[in-house]
């Protein structure tokens, strides 16, 4: 006979609230809460909402399993509608989900996707080539991934506006994990891009005549399963959805480039060898921190190690705790992109942009797009320029998301010759 598992709840962590140590501790709160508790998952409050937070490639396939997690309701409203907006895929589920994420991933074909990185690389090189001093990484690559994104989607973007947009992109990202003034500021862009995209689908399904291929237009004639057009401001949501990120890419160049200060020996073997692109970009995605964790809620009562998590639960998944797993990753806390080599990565390994399946899930529509354009950059950093960081490559805890203060600066920059 076997006797039946005890399984009691989550062990609490964190004092009455936790959001001050979350917000002093950043991207070490989940894996310090799992250390205190001596548990993969815990229970605390966060901003007076209770939560769950789980880590570890198990818990991240048992929150990829739609039957036991859902997405409607799990992020609260107002991180919600300055980090993703209202009514966009993010909170759908099953095959409301599917068929809106089929719409978003239409235009992400390979050939696509090589095209775009072609775009802004091309714009990169000529940024970095006409520098005459010190160039701010970040914002240039923000600055080309910007014109290409909106050329990518049929966005009109004229070129005195470029600066303004860019910012506007870049606050929403800032703006999701600030409190007060930054909150407000991301609200403020939201809005101005949100009412700028939904006048301009009203005007795309107005026209007559042949249509583009192009997102902007296959978002503004998308039907729901209902067979109702979207509402402009959701069809403006989800347009950005696919512009905002693109040009939070930026943020994971300033990274790379963060890694290769700290590693230059990484950045001799990059030069003349791109077989090395994808190990030090997936290296890249795995061991720097971008996005803290996703949110969803329970469906059911789910076991998890010796605990049940309760139904109807609010549950965060750690992603960077989660590519630190020492089950899956051996040293976990070395930068080592040679583990990447002939490695097989299996799909709730490496979850800096979520985890489960591609095609149906909630995984990053836009991954395969970040990869390509890191090795792009890569390329650049290492086989088109040599240049000098000219910033401390620290990471400031607190910072969602993070990079050396004062910017990633790179001086005596130079065209390689070959
Ligand atoms: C800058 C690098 C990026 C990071 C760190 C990132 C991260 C993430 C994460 C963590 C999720 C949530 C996964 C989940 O809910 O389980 C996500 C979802 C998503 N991302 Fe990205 N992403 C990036 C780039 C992109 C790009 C380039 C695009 C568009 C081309 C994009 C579009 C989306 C969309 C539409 C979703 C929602 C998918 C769904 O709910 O079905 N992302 N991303």
Redesign the pocket.
Known sequence: MTAAIQRSTPPRHGGIDALPRLLAEGYEFVTRGCRATGSRVFATRLGGIPVVCMQGVEAARL??DEERFR?AGAVPRPVRSVL?GIG?????DDAE?RH??QM?RRH?TPAALDALRDDVVGALRQRLDRATGPVDLHREAGLALTVA?HDFCGVPLPEPDVGQRFRDMQVMVTGAAALGPGRVRAMVARRRVEMLLSDLVERTRAQDGDRLDDPLTTVSLHRDLDGRLLPPDVAAV?LL???R??V?????VGLLAVALARHPHVLDQLRGDPAWRLPVVQEV?RHLP??PF???RTRMEVPFGDTTVPDDTRVL?D?YGTNHDPDAWDDPARFEPARFVDRPVGANEL??????DDVA???????Q??IR?LEGAAGLLADDFTWRPDFAPVLPRGHL?TLPPGGVVLTDVRARTP
């Open positions: 929150f990829y997405r993703f966009g895929v993010q909170g759908l989900h809106r994420r978003l992400l994104v989800e959805n696919l512009m990120p693109t939070a890419v930026n943020w994971y995605r971008f996005f996703v949110a969803a998944l992603l979850v800096p942009q979520g985890g489960g899930g909630h995984r990053c529509v836009g991954e797009l970040t354009l998301p």
